[in-house]
């Protein structure tokens, strides 16, 4: 992730929200547009020239991406280069954890007679995680879906050179590599992964612990993640095709990886930030409780130890400087990252990848 993407365009006054616009479907007409300097200095507030130095190092950082940029419910900057496109359905990566998170922040209003207690529910129960039993560390029992969701369950970093952190300690302890998740065997293999430490005493970047959140939500709304994700966002926001990347040649995956490797259309992805940015409102309806998106913003109790709460990356502490504390960001790998600043109501995603992201064997939907 290359947070110097965002320093530029958030050196602009707060602005309130002018409107209240919710782009129609692509099919449908789409974003509206201002990509003219005139119009981007009018409608959207922004200076097209402070765009372009971003798209230029986002097109030598990798053999294929683009970037997209809304402000004020403007398309002000839409450019792709390499194998991405408006309409490709590239692997997203890590970035798809952050669709993980807002299913369940949905879940957790949705379902609240299910799970009470919120994010402070201890999930390692015959209730809501049978798939665990009989655990294989008695210190799981303890572990709650907040913890889960800021990756201070205890759950093993991933990796070769993992590493854990632990508030008040100056350096991050290094860990040794231990088996990780298996796509062909997903669910057995995210719940099998070792603690490093005690539930809550540490943070250390695991796949593994969104994935066993998403079998939750599975557990507890009795559909899969990807059918949730669709019902509750994808629809009401007119999302073109989409899907997990759930095909590896002839082996199919049963359940979508709340890990991540979700595939939209770039401007579908700013869609689900555009929602985040207004509250979770999209025209008359409110499809993400607001108090959950807050809770992805600042520090959580669950995560005293590094900023990132609820699978996201955030500014609480202002250490992106320049950038507004309200921002916070979720990034994948081979450079992808969507920023969400609801202050400036500034949408950005990043596109990036390898060419094996980019293959359409992986969802099965065609490509342009």
Same mark, same amino acid.
């Given at each position: ?63 294929? =991406? ?171 926001? =007119? ?130």
């Amino acid at each position: 992730m290359r947070l110097s993407l965002i320093l530029p365009l958030c050196l602009l006054p707060l602005i309130i929200h002018a409107d209240d616009y919710f782009p129609p479907s692509d099919a449908e007409g789409g974003w509206r547009e201002a990509k003219t300097v005139e119009a981007c200095r009018d409608l959207a507030g922004m200076d097209l020239s402070q765009l372009e130095p971003a798209y230029i190092l986002t097109e030598r950082s990798t053999a294929h =991406g683009g970037l997209l940029v809304v402000r004020k419910g403007h398309l002000c900057l839409e450019r792709y280069f390499g194998r991405a496109s408006r309409n490709c359905n590239p692997d997203m990566a890590s970035t798809g954890k952050a669709f993980c998170s807002i299913a369940c922040g949905i879940m957790l209003e949705e379902f609240h007679d299910k799970l009470p207690d919120g994010l402070n529910t201890r999930v390692f129960t015959e209730t809501y995680l049978p798939q665990a039993f009989p655990l294989d560390d008695p210190r799981k029992a303890n572990i709650t879906l907040g913890q889960l969701l800021c990756m201070t369950a205890g759950y093993w970093g991933e990796g070769q050179s993992p590493t854990g952190y632990v508030k008040g300690q100056d350096l991050p302890k290094p860990l040794k590599p231990v088996k990780g998740q298996d796509i062909r065997n997903l669910d057995e293999s995210s719940l099998r992964v070792p603690l490093w430490c005690d539930p809550g005493t540490g943070y250390s970047y695991s796949s593994p612990s969104p994935h066993i959140a998403s079998i939750v939500l599975r557990n507890v709304t009795g559909m899969e993640l990807k059918d949730f994700i669709d019902e509750r966002l994808a629809k009401p926001q =007119g999302w073109g095709a989409w899907d997990y990347c759930l095909h590896r040649g002839d082996f199919v995956m049963p359940h979508a990886n709340g890990a991540g490797s979700t595939a939209l259309h770039a401007t579908d992805v700013l869609r689900f930030g555009y929602c985040l940015a207004r509250d979770g409102k999209w025209r008359d309806r409110q499809l993400v409780p607001p108090d959950y998106i807050h809770k992805c913003q600042t520090w959580s109790p669950d995560n005293p130890h590094t900023p990132f709460s609820l699978q996201w990356e955030h500014n609480a502490d202002g250490h992106v400087a320049g950038a507004p504390r309200d921002a916070f960001w979720k990034s994948g790998a081979g450079g992808f990252c969507l920023y969400v600043v609801p202050s400036l109501d500034l949408v950005i995603y990043k596109l990036g990848g390898k060419t094996g992201q980019y293959d359409p064997t992986l969802t099965r939907i065609p490509q342009p």
